[in-house]
């Protein structure tokens, strides 16, 4: 079983700075790759990053390339997601999951477990 929990969401202005964590406990030793997504009211839930847990190669939506970094500390079984410059457009609920097999790390149907999700909201 697989247990994922995001913290360090919350309230920010455009420009601010703002890093996302997503603890992976359980069976962290069969974890494939690990993926951040991100769904605000009235949309369908959006591909943000997504890297591959061992190797480390990284994924991101063109969307949010070169404002957002995804990173893993494999020993503490933790999740990154860094924004440098927020902007209003960035509000919604981020939510991190975790894949198990070898399947496409963009894609949120292939994704095994996930987490509750952590609001991040940003004024302009």
């Known amino acids: 079983q697989v247990q994922l929990v995001e913290s360090g969401g919350g309230l920010g202005k455009a420009g601010d700075s703002l890093r996302i964590s997503c603890v992976n406990s359980?069976?962290?030793?069969?974890?494939?790759?690990m993926g951040w997504f991100r769904q605000d009211p009235g949309n369908e839930r959006e591909f943000v990053a997504a890297?591959?847990?061992?190797?480390?190669?990284?994924y991101y939506a063109d969307s949010v390339k070169g404002r957002f970094t995804i990173s893993r500390d494999r020993a503490k079984n933790t999740l990154y997601l860094q924004n440098n410059s927020l902007n209003p457009e960035d509000t919604a609920v981020y939510s991190c999951?975790?894949?198990?097999?070898?399947?496409?790390?963009?894609?949120?149907?292939?994704?095994?477990?996930w987490g509750q999700g952590t609001q991040v909201t940003v004024s302009s």
């Open positions: 359980g069976r962290t030793f069969s974890t494939y790759g």
């Open positions: 890297v591959h847990w061992i190797v480390g190669i990284t």
């Open positions: 999951a975790a894949l198990l097999r070898a399947k496409s790390l963009v894609s949120a149907d292939m994704y095994d477990y």
